[in-house]
């Protein structure tokens, strides 16, 4: 019985923790013009970090945070991912932040890389989650 009570005053003590969280969106402007420019340079071979999720994220990541670490020593966790879309998980244990960045392929690209393999990825969302020390 003791077990039981335990496992519901942490469902309750989880919850209220969330509770006290507050979670910042911010919607990534998208210009076509520049994504396209961009996927022509990486497919004649330029940046090509700009295939893999992870390094893009880490590269949007730095940004945010006015940083500079190595793109891809940005550390993620896959939340999900099809062919056209990823979001991915960085999270700040020190400070209890929680970065979810969300990437696109899209279709208007296609033209200019010819094959999904071959299309950049761009971000268009950033979620951060800030929860209180406990």
Known sequence: ???????IILVISTQALMAQCTVDKHELPIDRSKAR????????????????????AGSVLNQLRKNTEDVYRVS??????TTKRTVLLSYNGHDHISYFVTLKKFQWLLPVA????SMIWVPTEVAVRHCPAR
């Open 1 to 7: 019985m003791s077990y039981v009570w335990g496992c």
């Open 37 to 56: 420019e961009l996927q022509r340079a990486v497919k004649q071979g330029h940046q090509p970090w700009r295939l893999d999720s992870r390094p893009v």
């Open 76 to 81: 993620f966790v896959v939340l999900s991912k």
């Open 114 to 117: 010819t094959d999904w393999q």
